[in-house]
């Protein structure tokens, strides 16, 4: 099968497309024919052995070398085959997945039971290739970090982006007053997601213009916001909470009103998500599709920083 592969750590420069063999799934795998997968930030820690959350990315991408030489953690595809095991899938199902270890960026991918769920009837390979890994994380953030509730004024900081356009809509399901925050050009788009209001952070800073929130959900990372900067924005009881755990892990033992956490996108999340996407509630952005043989300029487009949703790549003909 084609794969995307890399030897050592590095720039987009150490991806190769190559002819692999295929995977043989284990008794609890699917063998999954990949239809598309998409670019995502730990695609960029693991192929450039970055050693963050205390080494732990190292210890998963590789100490020296990379330990895993396909990248891609998201999925969208069809079941080709099920271990013995496996009970909850069958030959022919469409799935979509997150996953722990990665290795989508290929023609076949072999994917853990508990990860995949039933890909939302009203979208397509390349949509649902978007949505798992970052809706996954925005509804963990929102519905199980900090138990969004009906009312709350919430803020989202990056809300163009991958995790941050699922933010402003999940959040809206949950009949909240959302802000989102994001660069000039998104501003149209962030409000057509559902954002109350959109702040365009070239022109205006959020964290002085006298507005509190119950929530602001965090969700650029890389200390580009942080707790400090945004306090005077919470109300009493209001929570910072950011997709990036390494900032606030110790202040969280000190400081309730700051969580940090990882995504942790198993199935049930996504058959929550696929629920609210066959609603038509919320949907994935898809800023550009590349096909496979594109990934080093797919990882560079998504590491300049400002994708409009999601950078997704097909592997259809
Ligand atoms: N905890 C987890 O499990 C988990 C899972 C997935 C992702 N993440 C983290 O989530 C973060 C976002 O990932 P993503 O894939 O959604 O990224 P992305 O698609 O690249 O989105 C990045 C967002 O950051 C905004 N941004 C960039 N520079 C900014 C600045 N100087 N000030 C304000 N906003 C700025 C962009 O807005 P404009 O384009 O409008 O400028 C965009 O909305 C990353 O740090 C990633 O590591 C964590």
Redesign the pocket.
């Known amino acids: 099968m084609k794969a995307i592969i890399y030897e050592e750590f590095g720039s987009a420069d150490v991806l190769e497309l190559k002819e692999v063999e295929k995977p043989t799934p284990r008794d609890d795998e699917l063998l999954v024919k990949v239809h598309a997968t998409s ?4 695609d ?2 693991f192929r450039s052995g970055e050693s963050l959350l205390f080494g732990m990315t190292k210890l998963m991408a590789g100490l020296k070398k990379p330990k895993h030489n396909i990248l891609g953690f998201d999925v969208s595809g069809e079941v080709e085959s099920v271990g013995k095991k496996v009970t909850k899938f069958k030959q022919g199902d469409l799935i979509y997945a997150c996953l722990r270890t990665p290795g989508a960026n290929a023609e076949y991918v072999c994917v853990p039971e508990k990860y995949p769920a039933i890909k939302p009837a009203n979208m397509s390979h390349l949509e649902a290739a978007a949505a798992p ?2 809706g996954g ?1 925005a509804l ?2 929102l519905r199980d970090i900090v138990t969004i509730k009906e009312g709350q004024r919430v803020l989202i ?9 699922y933010a402003v809509q999940i959040a809206k399901t949950f009949t909240t007053e959302v802000t989102g ?6 501003v149209d788009m962030v409000k057509s997601l559902g954002a109350n209001t959109a702040i365009d ?2 022109k205006e800073d959020f964290t002085k213009n006298g507005q509190i929130y119950d929530i602001i959900f965090d ?4 200390n ?2 942080s707790y400090s900067k945004c306090k005077n924005s919470l109300t009493e009881d209001g929570i910072f909470v950011t ?3 390494q900032s606030t892990v110790f202040r969280y033992m000190l400081n309730k009103k700051v969580r ?6 198993i199935g049930e999340k996504l058959d929550y998500l696929r629920e609210l996407i066959e609603a038509g509630k919320v949907k994935s952005v898809v800023d550009k599709v590349y096909p496979l043989s594109q990934m080093v300029e797919a990882h560079r487009y ?1 590491e300049e ?7 997704v790549i097909s592997l259809q003909d």
């Open positions: 670019v995502n930030a730990l960029m820690i890994d970052t994380t963990r953030g900081f990056g809300a163009s982006g991958g995790v941050g356009s925050v994001c660069g000039t050009d998104a952070y070239k969700a650029v990372g890389r580009i916001t997709v990036d755990p940090g956490y990882m995504g942790n996108v998504y920083g400002h994708p409009k949703g999601k950078v």
